[in-house]
């Protein structure tokens, strides 16, 4: 028996891809890719993951393309050289175009954008949950692609070496969406569509990557967080990201209710909190539950 539970479970595995066979590798599976036969490689994800496959594959396969898929086709931007002191985070509108507008407004006043989001990182808790649902929906539809690309940011010599090697056509970057990916022998058959475009193309490829990042919408979920959905212990928040808990960390059961004594810390955490995976945030929700257990 426990008098209290900390669910610090980590991030959920990426989602299987809805038009492709369920055998991806992962990307993190680095005996896989090593058994990866000649040719070209399709990375699906252009996120920080991808960065760390691509570069890696690259040193590996001295030959052949490797391309990179996702919706918009945003890569990680890179970090400043030296550090940027946070700006405080701006009073926004409450309509979303409203407030991209003065955000962009405010960052080419400022010079580097980089100190206004991550001034808006440090109140993105609070920002997050005074959105409606429907403005929330909207900013996952819409603009995470964007807000992803500024917040998850690479360090400036990765960030050079992954454009580097875009220049010299090693990497490309592909914007649309993915319609079939089909194991034939050893290759992958792969149709995908550009983004704007109905034309479908084709692609033959050595091996498919799943860099997709964390499922946060728990299509797939482990058996303890599934067990806590089915017998009630906790629940999805309406945005459908994570588990719900309140503002001090504890898990809401199916009726919305806390629960005294069962927190949770970590990603499964996004839709209530927003930024809920790095080691700053994590560590001052880690000290706010400690204070509560006294």
Known sequence: FADAVVLALGAPPPPAPANAERQLIEAWDQRAQSRLGRGDVLLLGTGLTMVDVALSLAERRDKGVIYALSRRGRIPLAHAPAYVEPAPAPALPAALSAALQLLRARARQSGDWRALVDGLREAAPDLWA???LEAQRRFLRHLRPWWDSHRHRAAPEIARRLNALINAGRVRILA???FSAVQEGPSWRVQHRQRGSLV???LEVAGVINCLGPDF????PDDLVRQLLQEGY???P???LGLEVD???????AQGLAQPGLFMLGPLAIGSFWETLAIPELRARAAAIAALLG
């Open 247 to 253: 503002p001090h960390n504890r898990l809401r059961n």
């Open 238 to 240: 309406a945005n459908g």
């Open 176 to 178: 649309g969406e993915l």
């Open 234 to 236: 906790a629940r999805a």
């Open 200 to 202: 479908r193309h084709r």
């Open 130 to 132: 005074s959105l409606p």
């Open 217 to 220: 919408e728990l299509r797939n």
